[in-house]
C-alpha cells in the first residue's frame, strides 16, 4: 500500500509540474516579473537536472518482520534489495527511474511557482 501511495504522490507531482512550468514560462513571456525572478527560473533548470540525477539515488530501508530490505526509489519504486544482496527489478523499474527523475527536475519549477503566485498576490 506505501508503494501505491508514493506512485499516486509521484503521479500528481508530475502533473502539477507540468502545470507550474507552462505557467512559469507564460509568466516569463508577459515580462510581469521581476529580473530576480528570471535569474531564479534560469537556475532552477539547472538544479532540476541535478536533482534529478540524485534521484537515481535515493534509497530507504524498508522492514519486513525480521529482514530489512533497500528499497531504491521515490516516489516510484524501482528496485528492491534483500538482505543477502540479491536484487528484484523488473519491467517497471525504467519507468520508475525516469519518473523520479522528471519528479524532482521539476521540482524547482514547482518550487518557484507556488512562490511567484503567493508573492504576486501580496503585491
Excluded at 500500500?1 to 512559469?24: E, K, P, R, T
Excluded at 525572478?37 to 539515488?57: M, P, T
Aim: glycine content about 12%.
Amino acid at each position: 500500500m506505501l508503494v501505491l501511495g508514493f506512485a499516486a504522490f509521484g503521479l500528481f507531482g508530475i502533473v502539477l509540474a507540468v502545470i507550474a512550468i507552462c505557467a512559469n514560462r507564460h509568466r516569463a513571456k508577459c515580462g510581469a516579473v521581476s529580473a530576480r525572478w528570471l535569474v531564479a527560473r534560469r537556475w532552477s533548470w539547472l538544479l532540476g537536472v541535478a536533482l534529478g540525477i540524485g534521484s537515481y539515488f535515493i534509497w530507504y530501508p524498508l522492514h519486513d518482520g525480521s529482514e530489512t530490505w533497500r528499497v531504491m526509489g521515490f516516489p516510484f519504486f524501482a528496485a528492491a534489495f534483500d538482505p543477502h544482496g540479491s536484487d528484484y527489478v523488473g519491467i517497471t523499474t525504467i519507468p520508475a527511474v525516469v519518473g523520479n527523475f522528471l519528479f524532482f527536475a521539476a521540482l524547482p519549477q514547482f518550487i518557484l511557482w507556488v512562490t511567484g503566485r503567493s508573492r504576486g498576490r501580496s503585491a
